[in-house]
């Protein structure tokens, strides 16, 4: 069949095998992007693929739910806007009606009856509507046809659902076509002669009217929208097209071929072609971007197939056609990639606006660059433009690797200085410490002097001490040197207590502090936790951030006991309190742990709601026993139905 109907099969053909998940690509999102690819180079194969679906659609009713909404989702969320975006739109509004009937079934068939039981009332409506219309017509000789239409079911239920109305409150679901058989030359002054017999009989709605003749869509769409109010109070869409225009609105594409021929230059027929070729352009260029997924590919490409357009103008008078919403950067990235790069601001319509001024039709600009500009992070909050988006992230890519090259080298000259050799498993500690998804991200902050090498110094450091505590309890207790991996027998010392922190101790060496987030007292089961700037932190064995810890950071944890010593040392620890609420209660409360058991307290809250109250307490106690001592006689007080340890309420 030769190379031509190769290359076409080849951009159907799906890809086989598996793809890597961690590198966040999917198969799905990979063949659509394959497809794309033959695409840029042969446009027949999104028509075949096109009709491929299309087909899918009609047969789907035999498939299994689950894949029936798998499909329906699929062709809805790109196959129906890239019709659109081709001209394609009978097939779009097919595609989008069959895709609505699987996805919400129920409100599909509703809006089918009620237009069903309803036709012959809109036949008799558009019939009386387009009597003085058609008279008009007739008497200016004019050759036209007309055609009375209703809007789609998918249509009508997103009016439904975006007006929050019911079907018979959509109150623009009647429309017209008219169609003049015109000749090339005659075809703009035609259309606003039948616009202006129309507005002469009803009274248009400014804000619903479109020109689309004088400027085509880039898709190549032309024709005329108005919305007019009939003698019934009723909104109706008039549409007014020429033929060929009629031809290229409902075959989109693939009616432009049978006009190529005879269009001339600068012809709305040569101006759509101009449109395709510009915008497949835009898809070549976003395929051909590196470091891209094919899921942020899909993500990108979605919004080009948006085909809410404005029109505007460079210093020049050149039109440039963006995006609907496009602001001051996107027209800079749409001149030139290297205009968005060092873009600072812009004029419009001669007076000075930021990067992210959305811009409207009509408006004249020029851009403003500085060569000391870099594209910045937040830029990807306003620009809407496919180019600019995936040329930002690009730049940024490129920015960050530089950047973490810059400190990587820093911190492989400071692995020197300090004689650390397994340097790739330094760098996922110390990752892992400053809870770094990547090393790239650790690398840059060492780049941006956002982490102080300082404190990488002393983290070593203190990794190192913690190895060499494990090791000598490791040995006292298994008899195994993890150093060395020798193994001898030796009788664990219980009495030597040099390795284990000892809390209260006055003879204690090792720096410590009591964890906030589950505050030990004495007789809690605990251990230490070897910090890099607070020393030991003592948690106790059941912190909601143990297993955390332990999982993480088992090299780093050293054994802790009390002190057996009557010292009276106190405390803080919280208890909540929960009960019925009733006068005096917070009263019998504090009575009990101030007076009855001279308990200090640290604070006091309650809260009451629908006759059951709250009580956070804070109190300084000398231990564990101390404390379920004061929750017992709590216990005892009218009204109280549960007290617990505050610090345990995550356990």
């Known amino acids: 069949f030769g190379d031509k109907v190769a290359q076409i099969i080849d951009g159907l053909t799906k890809l086989s095998g598996v793809l890597d998940i961690q590198e966040d690509k999917s198969l799905q999102a990979e063949n659509f992007r394959k497809m794309l690819l033959t695409m840029s180079s042969d446009i027949r194969v999104i028509l075949i693929k096109l009709a491929d679906r299309l087909h899918n659609m009609r047969t789907l009713e035999s498939m299994r739910r689950d894949k029936q909404l798998k499909i329906a989702s699929e062709t809805m969320y790109l196959y129906a806007p890239l019709a659109h975006r081709l001209g394609l739109y009978s ?46 017509l007739n008497e200016a000789g004019i050759d036209y046809e007309i055609k009375g239409r209703t809007k789609s079911v998918y249509s009508i239920a997103r009016k439904m659902k975006s007006q929050g109305v019911p079907f018979e409150e959509v109150y623009d679901i009647f429309a017209i076509r008219i169609i003049t058989n015109s000749e090339l030359d005659h075809e703009k002054p035609d259309c606003w002669k039948v616009y202006s017999i129309v507005t002469d009989h009803y009274v248009p709605n400014p804000s619903r009217f479109r020109d689309w003749v004088s400027k085509p869509k880039s898709n190549g769409y032309e024709s005329l929208h108005t919305t007019v109010m009939s003698e019934s109070g009723k ?26 021929e005879t269009g001339k230059a600068g012809s709305p027929t040569q101006s759509a072609e101009s449109g395709f070729d510009e915008w497949l352009a835009k898809v070549r260029e976003l395929l051909e971007s590196p470091d891209r997924n094919a899921i942020d590919f899909i993500d990108d490409f979605k919004l080009s197939l948006f085909a809410e357009e404005i029109f505007v103008f460079t210093p020049n008078g050149e039109v440039r056609t963006l995006p609907a919403d496009s602001t001051s950067l996107d027209f800079a990235f749409d001149i030139h990639t290297e205009v968005g790069m060092r873009c600072i601001g812009a004029k419009v319509n001669g007076k000075l606006y930021p990067l992210s001024y959305q811009l409207k039709s009509g408006d004249q600009v020029e851009v403003l660059t500085s060569n000391k500009q870099k594209p910045k992070e937040d830029w990807l909050t306003f620009v809407v433009t496919t180019k600019a988006k995936s040329k ?70 203190n990794t190192r001490n ?43 060496k090792m720096d410590y502090v009591m964890a906030k987030c589950c505050s030990p007292i004495p007789g809690d089961d605990v251990f230490g936790f070897v910090t890099i700037n607070e020393g030991i932190k003592i948690h106790r064995t059941n912190c909601p951030n143990a297993i955390h810890i332990r999982s993480n950071y088992a090299y780093r944890i050293v054994p802790a006991t009390w002190a057996n010593k009557e010292d009276h040392t106190s405390f803080v620890t919280g208890i909540l309190i929960t009960g019925i609420d009733d006068v005096g209660l917070v009263n019998a409360i504090t009575t009990v742990i101030s007076k009855d058991l001279n308990v200090d307290m640290k604070s006091i809250a309650f809260e009451s709601n629908d006759g059951v109250f709250e009580g956070h307490i804070k109190v300084m106690v000398e231990g564990i026993h101390h404390l379920n001592n004061l929750m017992n006689n709590l216990k005892k007080v009218n009204g109280i139905k549960k007290i617990v340890r505050e610090d345990e309420l995550d356990d």
Do not use: C
Not at 117 to 133: D, G, H, L, M, V
């Open 91 to 136: 097939i779009k509004t097919e595609l989008e009606d069959l895709s609505f009937k699987y996805i919400e079934p129920e409100l599909y068939e509703e809006i089918v009856a009620k237009l069903k039981e309803s036709q012959a009332k809109r036949t008799r409506f558009i019939n009386k509507f387009s009597f003085p219309i058609i008279n008009s």
């Open 235 to 260: 909104w109706v869409e008039v549409q007014i097209r020429t033929k060929r225009m009629d031809d290229i609105a409902e075959k989109g594409l693939a009616a432009h071929w049978k006009y190529k």
């Open 392 to 461: 930002i992230k690009q730049a940024l890519k490129e920015e960050k690797r530089e950047v973490a090259n810059e400190g990587k080298e820093l911190l492989d000259r400071k692995f020197k200085q300090w004689k650390i050799t397994n340097d790739r498993e330094m760098v996922d500690k110390i990752q892992k410490h400053y809870r770094l998804q990547a090393s790239q991200d650790l690398f840059i902050k060492i780049a941006k002097k956002s982490i102080d090498l300082k404190d990488i110094k002393e983290f070593i450091e």
């Open 466 to 508: 913690a190895g060499k505590w494990y090791n000598v309890l490791r040995k006292r207790i298994t008899g195994t040197d993890s150093s060395t991996g020798s193994t001898e027998t030796v009788k664990p010392k219980s009495s030597d207590k040099g390795d284990t922190v000892v809390i209260g101790d006055a003879n204690q």
